[in-house]
């Protein structure tokens, strides 16, 4: 069975701070992904990486970065966190191709 | 603008009749759709998926049909069950994308005793 790990399910941080989330997956996949998730939104991709130390912006990356020194581990970095950044984060992977995406049980982040 | 939409924001359906959930996508460069089931503090479990060359993919109680003409696919749960209540989210992936999803808002799937 596939299996990705999020560092955290649930933080709360305060505005301003610098916030790192970290999904770990054991499967040897090339592609993990960063989403999150709102009410009435959807799922949004933030960040995708396909490969280590490669990144690709998602839909929604204005205030995100993302870090990926290896191919097991991929971070997800607010910069300066703002109380519009609470949210449902998601990280997924993928062995590459057109397959099915494997989803972390989620971090539900509060920045007050 | 939305490539994915799934109009139906929620839907209430009896324990052991069939669900229907609808999916529509804009996006013709799409060739590969999925269906994720998601419970409430959990991340999106994979449940079924089609690829556009077929019209039809059946996996014990869910069936997806994919009506390329119509852009338009359809999640079948037969029978429902109680543990089939949770949002479900349709998703699309296009061959140029680096093969990433756009996914709809979902669907919350009640069931009714």
């Known amino acids: 069975d596939v299996k990705v790990t999020q560092s955290s399910r649930y933080l709360v941080k305060r505005t301003g701070e610098k916030v790192f989330l970290e999904c770990v997956q054991d499967?040897?996949?090339?592609?993990m992904f960063w989403y999150r998730q709102d009410p009435g939104l959807g799922l949004r991709l933030i960040y995708f990486?396909?490969?280590?130390?490669?990144?690709e912006k998602g839909d929604i990356p204005e205030g995100y970065s993302v870090s990926r020194e290896k191919k097991e581990r991929f971070s997800l970095i607010l910069e300066s966190a703002s109380t519009n950044q609470t949210s449902m984060y998601l990280c997924?992977?993928?062995?590459?191709?057109?397959?099915?995406?494997?989803f972390g049980p989620g971090t539900r982040l509060t920045v007050t | 603008d939305q490539q994915v939409k799934q109009n139906s924001p929620s839907l209430s359906v009896q324990e052991g009749r069939i669900s229907i959930l609808n999916c529509d996508y804009t996006?013709?460069?799409?060739?590969?759709f999925l269906w994720y089931k998601k419970y409430p503090a959990e991340g999106p479990t994979f449940l079924i998926s089609?690829?556009?060359?077929?019209d039809k993919n059946e996996d014990g109680r869910f069936t997806v049909f994919l009506n390329k003409s119509a852009k338009h696919l359809s999640l079948h749960i037969v029978p429902s069950q109680p543990g089939d209540s949770a949002v479900y989210f349709c998703?699309?992936?296009?061959?140029?994308?680096?093969?990433?999803?756009?996914f709809g808002k979902g669907t919350l799937l009640t069931m009714n005793p």
């Open positions: 996006n013709s460069m799409f060739d590969y």
């Open positions: 997924a992977s993928r062995a590459g191709g057109p397959y099915e995406q494997y």
């Open positions: 998703a699309a992936s296009g061959g140029g994308s680096n093969y990433k999803l756009t």
């Open positions: 089609i690829s556009s060359i077929k």
């Open positions: 990486s396909y490969d280590v130390k490669m990144k």
């Open positions: 499967m040897d996949h090339e592609n």
